[in-house]
């Protein structure tokens, strides 16, 4: 046997050797395993893979001709990349050879770190540690690992392209997360008046060989300032930085710069004259401390009214940004010297204790957060946003898996995962919220237009008028595309002296000064229209009961016109509705009729972004709930969302409203005393008054309405009953004897179940003359009383009030009915159409046999005969007087008319039928002669009924039909299943012959009557 013993001088075999490996043999290289390796990883890693195989032998072969491979790591990682790099440049004079070997190299160590860094994050959860703690250390150990790798390699770079001869005055500096490995965020700045153009033909290599070989360079400060692709001087960021606040993108990547290379004193220079100028300094010019605020919050916003995608995630879009703005304001506020996230945030703990909590949360769903998008980059590709049913099964598993994710019974790692994902997204957005608001006050407090709004003298331009709005338009000159207005808006809202001031100025222009100053105004809504919404409305409800055009009409109208050609206007408004509905339904409480067709042509825009699609089309009906809403029916939207601005979203959702109002209801139950109880019965009844009214306007069908309406009527009123009697029994400390004597009936409207009243007519009964019986009774409905009063309606109590009281004793009813005169006549009838709410099956028996068999059933003929005379002495009143053609209550064969008829149908039949919908077809049944006519009224009930309610919704609450608002009804008709009704003739050719076929109807009924008693 021969003994062959090899020396290796690397760590590394002779270029085209591997001892012990015969062609063909089942081991592999270590170019092999780590290329079996990298498989694992998105497709992105090829590039790494493809440069290492195209010069791993000639590096190899040039590091063992030199004697340098046991000084150089390539299949392990290194822990002084840049060293080994600076051997590797010496190993050959030729610029191309030079840049492949150290691209090589740098290829071989950006893997080598990954997978280093991969097996230590599983280590340290295999430890069973905290997760947060584990994600947090790997961050921050690839970012400086990834930081220290690229500083080296670009080094090396313009060592190889630009000699230091060459070379202006000049430093390097980081402007983006340094753990972020899809691009290398970077500024090049140079000294004023060097000549910079071998720098640039150097980063043109650069940046060229880096998005073939490496980590592609992303020059975003260059770009967007000077006139060189590559490099900017001091002159040119003052030159555009100094005249007004410009992208604040730029401003929050200085912020976050880091110096990298070069002339560090110069990047001292730099920080001093260019970035601290916005940081808060009380003895310094604040402008840009504040302008810079104003931009930032105003872009964090805007991504958090974003919502969040349902099929796809992007941590960075989705929450990371607006957490770093927000960490960039708190820096450039506390004056934070640390640029990294996790840095900002320990000193933000320290530095304001009292939101400690908020910091430690944000710090853990930072953690969590980047490593996902770290994980899902590495993993997956090298985007921003990634979508769900785009990611291969197996991807999703390993990264569950390396985050240390495991299934659960049938709870998949991954689900668990993307479960983690939104809490942790929802948590750090209802956070960011939060400290916009804390900004918010900082803002307030040092703002130079708060000055100015309080009346005291500012640095103010050289056109100073005197007048507070041209004033603050000069100042804001210098803020221009900043979003951010909340503070200076919660002024004006609650400084009405400001307000006033500011009205004043507008109204004291003349005309052409004041469109002029009207349309700058205006143009901010190109960058927030938010900030304008919210602008005129303030100015709105401030002038609602002016006469004349008010300023806050010209404004909106001028708004309205301007902004109906932006570019995503519907979208922008959608986005606004999505997180500040109360804002767009604020801006809508007193919008002008006149001004729905501007609104209409921007909202009827087509929404391309599906997220957006569900929010577009509640904000459409939101705009005709409000603009199709009469005042009666307005003040239950107005008092539900002033109390509730959370159901909002819900108002077009009829089935999502039902389920709040029985919660609710329950609720009232639920409730621990009576002071809860009332407010959660009230919230209760005006929520659904609120719904059913909805569904009117929506075209939902009359019986449905009547039904429902009824339903919550009764609810309440018997839930408010036994609120009252036990606040009532509470306070007397004793139960009063005799409740199965006591009763409460509707009568009137609300006991045939009609939709709609602004009254009750209330009866209410006691069976007994013990004295406090009925004053328990009284104080019930005495408190009843006061709270049906709260909710808009006035309660009558008719037989009350003659027989002075509230409650009526059964004794006192009948001795009063005996006096047979119109009045009780009147009254009569009410209890014959009364419906009983509340009561027990007594109190029924007590009011047939005491009232309704000896008055009208035992002598039906009497009655009929009287109510036929009342009806005849009725219509002949209403012939003589004037505007009643149009009147579906009083006008002859109106609702009038037919609850007449229905009373008289009742005392013949003898039944204790209410006289709701259903009451006709009883009829039928009984009196099938009259079949034809009692279909006519049937329909013409329906009719009459259809259109009075929606003119109640949609107009007033009158019963007098005004021609001139018909169209009203029109518009809702056409678009909700009744295109036959979609304009006002056929509307008032409906009424006429709906009256018409009634009133036959109606004579041919008391006709048979009146052959019938005879």
Same mark, same amino acid.
């Given at each position: 046997?021969?003994?062959?013993?090899?020396?290796?001088?690397?760590?590394?075999?002779?270029?085209?050797?591997?001892?012990?490996?015969?062609?063909?043999?089942?081991?592999?290289?270590?170019?092999?395993?780590?290329?079996?390796?990298?498989?694992?990883?998105?497709?992105?890693?090829?590039?790494?893979?493809?440069?290492?195989?195209?010069?791993?032998?000639?590096?190899?072969?040039?590091?063992?001709?030199?004697?340098?491979?046991?000084?150089?790591?390539?299949?392990?990682?290194?822990?002084?990349?840049?060293?080994?790099?600076?051997?590797?440049?010496?190993?050959?004079?030729?610029?191309?050879?030079?840049?492949?070997?150290?691209?090589?190299?740098?290829?071989?160590?950006?893997?080598?770190?990954?997978?280093?860094?991969?097996?230590?994050?599983?280590?340290?959860?295999?430890?069973?540690?905290?997760?947060?703690?584990?994600?947090?250390?790997?961050?921050?150990?690839?970012?400086?690992?990834?930081?220290?790798?690229?500083?080296?390699?670009?080094?090396?770079?313009?060592?190889?392209?630009?000699?230091?001869?060459?070379?202006?005055?000049?430093?390097?500096?980081?402007?983006?997360?340094?753990?972020?490995?899809?691009?290398?965020?970077?500024?090049?700045?140079?000294?004023?008046?060097?000549?910079?153009?071998?720098?640039?033909?150097?980063?043109?290599?650069?940046?060229?060989?880096?998005?073939?070989?490496?980590?592609?360079?992303?020059?975003?400060?260059?770009?967007?300032?000077?006139?060189?692709?590559?490099?900017?001087?001091?002159?040119?960021?003052?030159?555009?930085?100094?005249?007004?606040?410009?992208?604040?993108?730029?401003?929050?990547?200085?912020?976050?710069?880091?110096?990298?290379?070069?002339?560090?004193?110069?990047?001292?220079?730099?920080?001093?004259?260019?970035?601290?100028?916005?940081?808060?300094?009380?003895?310094?010019?604040?402008?840009?401390?504040?302008?810079?605020?104003?931009?930032?919050?105003?872009?964090?916003?805007?991504?958090?009214?974003?919502?969040?995608?349902?099929?796809?995630?992007?941590?960075?879009?989705?929450?990371?940004?607006?957490?770093?703005?927000?960490?960039?304001?708190?820096?450039?506020?506390?004056?934070?010297?640390?640029?990294?996230?996790?840095?900002?945030?320990?000193?933000?703990?320290?530095?304001?204790?009292?939101?400690?909590?908020?910091?430690?949360?944000?710090?853990?769903?930072?953690?969590?957060?980047?490593?996902?998008?770290?994980?899902?980059?590495?993993?997956?590709?090298?985007?921003?946003?990634?979508?769900?049913?785009?990611?291969?099964?197996?991807?999703?598993?390993?990264?569950?898996?390396?985050?240390?994710?495991?299934?659960?019974?049938?709870?998949?790692?991954?689900?668990?995962?993307?479960?983690?994902?939104?809490?942790?997204?929802?948590?750090?957005?209802?956070?960011?919220?939060?400290?916009?608001?804390?900004?918010?006050?900082?803002?307030?407090?040092?703002?130079?237009?708060?000055?100015?709004?309080?009346?005291?003298?500012?640095?103010?331009?050289?056109?100073?008028?005197?007048?507070?709005?041209?004033?603050?338009?000069?100042?804001?000159?210098?803020?221009?595309?900043?979003?951010?207005?909340?503070?200076?808006?919660?002024?004006?809202?609650?400084?009405?002296?400001?307000?006033?001031?500011?009205?004043?100025?507008?109204?004291?222009?003349?005309?052409?000064?004041?469109?002029?100053?009207?349309?700058?105004?205006?143009?901010?809504?190109?960058?927030?229209?938010?900030?304008?919404?919210?602008?005129?409305?303030?100015?709105?409800?401030?002038?609602?009961?002016?006469?004349?055009?008010?300023?806050?009409?010209?404004?909106?109208?001028?708004?309205?016109?301007?902004?109906?050609?932006?570019?995503?206007?519907?979208?922008?408004?959608?986005? &606004?509705?999505?997180?500040?509905? %109360? #804002?767009? @339904?604020?801006? /809508?409480?007193?919008?002008?009729?006149? !001004?729905? *067709? $501007? =609104?209409?042509?921007?909202?009827?825009?087509?929404?391309?972004?599906?997220?957006?699609?569900?929010?577009?089309?509640?904000?459409?009906?939101?705009?005709? &709930?409000?603009?199709?809403?009469? %005042? #009666?029916? @307005?003040?239950? /939207?107005?008092?539900?969302?002033?109390? !509730?601005? *959370? $159901? =909002?979203?819900?108002?077009?959702?009829?089935?999502?409203?039902?389920?709040?109002?029985?919660?609710?209801?329950?609720?009232?139950?639920?409730?621990?005393? &009576?002071?809860?109880?009332?407010?959660?019965?009230?919230?209760?009844?005006?929520?659904?008054?609120?719904?059913?009214?909805?569904?009117?306007?929506?075209?939902?069908?009359?019986?449905?309405?009547?039904?429902?309406?009824?339903?919550?009527?009764?609810?309440?009123?018997?839930?408010?009953?036994? &609120?009252?009697?036990?606040?009532?029994?509470?306070?007397?400390?004793?139960?009063?004897?005799?409740?199965?004597?006591?009763?409460?009936?509707?009568?009137?409207?609300?006991?045939?179940?009609?939709?709609?009243?602004?009254?009750?007519?209330?009866?209410?009964?006691?069976?007994?003359?013990?004295?406090?019986?009925?004053?328990?009774?009284?104080?019930?409905?005495?408190?009843?009383?006061?709270?049906?009063?709260?909710?808009?309606?006035?309660?009558?109590?008719?037989?009350?009030?003659?027989?002075?009281?509230?409650?009526?004793?059964?004794?006192?009813?009948?001795?009063?009915?005996?006096?047979?005169?119109?009045?009780?006549?009147?009254?009569?009838?009410?209890?014959?159409?009364?419906?009983?709410?509340?009561?027990?099956?007594?109190?029924?028996?007590?009011?047939?046999?005491?009232?309704?068999?000896?008055?009208?059933?035992?002598?039906?003929?009497?009655?009929?005969?009287?109510?036929?005379?009342?009806?005849?002495?009725?219509?002949?009143?209403?012939?003589?007087?004037?505007?009643?053609?149009?009147?579906?209550?009083?006008?002859?064969?109106?609702?009038?008319?037919?609850?007449?008829?229905?009373?008289?149908?009742?005392?013949?039949?003898?039944?204790?039928?209410?006289?709701?919908?259903?009451?006709?077809?009883?009829?039928?049944?009984?009196?099938?002669?009259?079949?034809?006519?009692?279909?006519?009224?049937?329909?013409?009930?329906?009719?009459?009924?259809?259109?009075?309610?929606?003119?109640?919704?949609?107009?007033?609450?009158?019963?007098?039909?005004?021609?001139?608002?018909?169209?009203?009804?029109?518009?809702?008709?056409?678009?909700?299943?009744?295109?036959?009704?979609?304009?006002?003739?056929?509307?008032?050719?409906?009424?006429?012959?709906?009256?018409?076929?009634?009133?036959?109807?109606?004579?041919?009924?008391?006709?048979?009557?009146?052959?019938?008693?005879?």
């Amino acid at each position: 046997m021969k003994l062959v013993i090899f020396t290796l001088s690397s760590d590394a075999p002779p270029a085209g050797f591997y001892p012990f490996i015969h062609p063909g043999s089942a081991m592999h290289t270590p170019f092999d395993l780590l290329e079996k390796r990298v498989a694992h990883l998105g497709n992105h890693h090829q590039k790494y893979i493809h440069t290492i195989l195209q010069h791993k032998d000639t590096l190899v072969a040039a590091l063992e001709s030199s004697g340098k491979i046991m000084q150089v790591h390539l299949w392990r990682s290194s822990f002084s990349p840049g060293n080994e790099m600076q051997i590797i440049a010496r190993l050959s004079s030729d610029e191309t050879t030079k840049v492949q070997h150290l691209s090589c190299y740098y290829a071989l160590q950006f893997l080598h770190m990954n997978f280093r860094n991969l097996d230590i994050l599983e280590l340290d959860i295999a430890s069973g540690g905290s997760l947060p703690d584990d994600y947090y250390n790997f961050m921050m150990q690839v970012g400086k690992d990834f930081r220290y790798l690229t500083t080296a390699y670009l080094e090396n770079l313009i060592d190889v392209y630009i000699g230091p001869s060459e070379r202006p005055e000049f430093f390097i500096c980081s402007v983006g997360t340094r753990a972020d490995q899809d691009d290398i965020d970077i500024g090049v700045v140079t000294a004023d008046g060097s000549n910079t153009d071998s720098l640039n033909q150097a980063f043109l290599k650069i940046t060229q060989n880096m998005l073939v070989f490496a980590t592609p360079l992303h020059m975003y400060l260059s770009e967007h300032i000077g006139k060189k692709i590559y490099t900017t001087t001091f002159s040119e960021y003052k030159h555009l930085l100094n005249r007004q606040i410009q992208d604040v993108v730029i401003i929050s990547e200085l912020l976050n710069a880091k110096f990298i290379l070069g002339n560090n004193d110069l990047f001292s220079r730099f920080q001093n004259e260019v970035i601290s100028k916005y940081f808060y300094h009380k003895d310094r010019d604040i402008r840009f401390h504040e302008g810079f605020l104003r931009g930032i919050l105003g872009e964090a916003r805007a991504l958090l009214i974003k919502p969040l995608g349902a099929d796809a995630i992007s941590p960075k879009e989705d929450v990371l940004r607006i957490l770093k703005f927000i960490l960039y304001a708190k820096k450039s506020i506390l004056n934070i010297d640390e640029v990294n996230a996790w840095d900002i945030m320990n000193t933000l703990i320290r530095k304001e204790p009292r939101l400690s909590t908020h910091y430690q949360l944000l710090f853990k769903a930072t953690s969590f957060l980047e490593t996902f998008k770290f994980l899902l980059q590495m993993f997956v590709i090298q985007e921003d946003t990634f979508r769900l049913d785009e990611i291969d099964g197996a991807q999703l598993s390993v990264i569950a898996d390396r985050m240390g994710y495991q299934s659960i019974g049938t709870v998949g790692a991954w689900d668990q995962l993307i479960i983690d994902y939104y809490r942790y997204v929802k948590e750090a957005r209802k956070i960011s919220d939060l400290l916009i608001d804390s900004i918010s006050v900082h803002l307030s407090k040092i703002s130079r237009f708060v000055g100015l709004m309080s009346g005291r003298r500012t640095e103010l331009t050289e056109n100073y008028t005197g007048s507070l709005p041209v004033d603050f338009v000069h100042e804001a000159r210098f803020f221009k595309g900043t979003k951010y207005w909340d503070d200076l808006l919660t002024i004006l809202a609650e400084d009405k002296n400001i307000l006033e001031a500011f009205v004043s100025g507008f109204e004291k222009l003349p005309e052409p000064q004041q469109e002029k100053v009207i349309k700058r105004y205006v143009e901010w809504a190109y960058f927030s229209p938010l900030t304008m919404l919210r602008f005129i409305t303030i100015f709105t409800k401030n002038q609602w009961n002016d006469p004349g055009t008010t300023i806050a009409e010209k404004v909106n109208l001028t708004f309205l016109k301007y902004i109906g050609d932006l570019p995503y206007i519907a979208e922008r408004f959608c986005l &606004i509705y999505s997180y500040y509905p %109360q #804002y767009i @339904h604020e801006y /809508l409480q007193f919008f002008p009729e006149a !001004h729905y *067709e $501007y =609104l209409d042509h921007v909202l009827t825009k087509t929404i391309h972004d599906d997220r957006l699609k569900p929010f577009h089309d509640q904000l459409k009906d939101l705009s005709k &709930i409000h603009q199709w809403s009469s %005042q #009666y029916f @307005h003040r239950f /939207l107005y008092r539900v969302i002033y109390t !509730h601005p *959370e $159901y =909002l979203k819900s108002l077009t959702n009829r089935n999502q409203l039902y389920k709040i109002s029985s919660g609710l209801l329950a609720m009232v139950d639920r409730s621990p005393n &009576i002071k809860q109880k009332k407010k959660f019965l009230a919230d209760y009844y005006d929520l659904e008054f609120l719904r059913v009214g909805i569904g009117t306007m929506h075209g939902i069908e009359l019986s449905v309405t009547n039904q429902e309406y009824s339903d919550f009527c009764d609810h309440y009123m018997k839930k408010l009953f036994d &609120i009252c009697t036990k606040e009532i029994d509470r306070d007397s400390k004793a139960e009063i004897p005799g409740s199965d004597t006591f009763a409460i009936l509707f009568a009137g409207g609300r006991a045939r179940g009609k939709a709609y009243d602004d009254d009750y007519d209330l009866i209410a009964l006691v069976d007994t003359d013990d004295e406090t019986v009925i004053k328990h009774a009284t104080r019930v409905m005495a408190k009843m009383n006061r709270e049906i009063l709260k909710r808009g309606v006035l309660p009558h109590y008719r037989l009350g009030e003659i027989l002075n009281g509230y409650v009526s004793p059964i004794s006192k009813i009948t001795t009063y009915l005996q006096s047979d005169g119109h009045e009780a006549f009147i009254d009569l009838s009410q209890l014959l159409g009364a419906r009983m709410i509340i009561g027990s099956e007594v109190m029924r028996s007590v009011l047939y046999e005491k009232i309704l068999f000896p008055f009208i059933f035992s002598n039906k003929s009497d009655y009929i005969r009287r109510m036929i005379d009342e009806v005849r002495n009725r219509q002949e009143t209403a012939k003589n007087s004037e505007h009643t053609d149009w009147n579906v209550k009083e006008t002859r064969g109106g609702l009038r008319d037919i609850e007449a008829v229905a009373l008289m149908l009742k005392a013949y039949l003898g039944t204790e039928i209410p006289i709701m919908m259903d009451f006709f077809k009883d009829v039928r049944h009984f009196l099938p002669e009259l079949d034809g006519h009692i279909d006519v009224i049937t329909q013409s009930i329906y009719q009459l009924l259809t259109f009075r309610d929606l003119y109640w919704i949609t107009v007033a609450s009158e019963d007098s039909f005004h021609p001139d608002y018909l169209y009203r009804l029109a518009r809702v008709f056409r678009q909700y299943g009744h295109p036959e009704w979609g304009e006002t003739a056929p509307i008032i050719e409906a009424l006429s012959q709906s009256l018409e076929a009634s009133a036959k109807s109606c004579d041919a009924i008391i006709s048979f009557l009146q052959s019938h008693i005879d």
